[in-house]
């Protein structure tokens, strides 16, 4: 089946020590998202990739980054992990780009719950 | 700023009746609304999507209404099961992105 995958599905780390997360998907979707998700609080978009052109939310802290070396894969490398950063990574992707007439459902991967110590 | 604001209290209902979730929005007028749901530790997975010029639209037991005038969008789960449990998240495009409200979380007991 197609599907978003993310590894791990679990992980803990250290404060300031970096972290990679890791999204595929078999989709062939041209958009891929991540977003951060809290306790209790809606899904937070970070950043997202129309092919390979990377749009960075405004408010999305520099610590965070991404890489899409290729249309499947797609990395979220948090630099130096606060205490705040502890919540779950949700990968997500699109067909298309939505618009703000078009729309496109996005399909999520199971997340990825992050703690860090 | 658009904002996207859904009941944060829980929904507590029985098994067989009909549950309603409301989703509202202001500072904006978007063309569309998506609704999702999520189990907890899991992404939400998309439902339905309702455009501006559609009043009602209907998926099994779902239906979600949309109304500009009241800036609103309601969700309703008709012959409510307990595998329906779940928190639903409504979103809109605000410049073609997704912004997603914090979800409303329903409990149908048998």
């Known amino acids: 089946d197609a599907m978003v995958i993310q590894n791990p599905r679990y992980q803990v780390t250290q404060f300031g020590k970096p972290v990679t997360l890791s999204c595929s998907q078999t989709?062939?979707?041209?958009?891929m998202y991540w977003y951060q998700q809290k306790s209790s609080q809606a899904p937070k978009l970070l950043f997202h990739?129309?092919?390979?052109?990377?749009?960075n939310e405004a408010d999305t802290p520099d610590n965070f980054q991404s890489r899409r070396p290729n249309t499947s894969f797609c990395f979220l490398d948090i630099r130096s992990p606060g205490l705040g950063d502890t919540a779950m990574y949700l990968c997500?992707?699109?067909?298309?780009?939505?618009?703000?007439?078009?729309?496109?459902?996005?399909?999520f991967g199971p997340g990825t719950r992050l703690t860090v110590t | 700023s658009q904002k996207i604001e859904q009941n944060s209290e829980a929904l507590n209902i029985q098994e067989g009746k009909t549950a309603t979730l409301t989703c509202n929005y202001t500072?904006?007028?978007?063309?569309?609304l998506q609704w999702y749901r999520q189990d907890p530790g899991r992404g939400p997975v998309f439902l339905l999507l309702?455009?501006?010029?559609?009043k009602e639209k209907r998926k099994e037991r779902l239906k979600v209404t949309f109304d500009t005038t009241l800036k609103q969008s309601l969700f309703h789960v008709t012959a409510s099961q307990p595998a329906d449990s779940a928190t639903y998240l409504c979103?809109?495009?605000?410049?073609?992105?997704?912004?997603f409200g914090q979800g409303t979380e329903l409990s149908v007991k048998p």
């Open positions: 997500a992707t699109s067909r298309e780009k939505g618009g703000p007439s078009e729309s496109y459902e996005q399909y």
């Open positions: 989709l062939n979707h041209n958009v």
């Open positions: 990739y129309y092919d390979k052109d990377f749009n």
């Open positions: 500072n904006y007028s978007p063309a569309y």
């Open positions: 309702i455009r501006e010029n559609e």
């Open positions: 979103a809109f495009p605000p410049g073609g992105k997704l912004i």
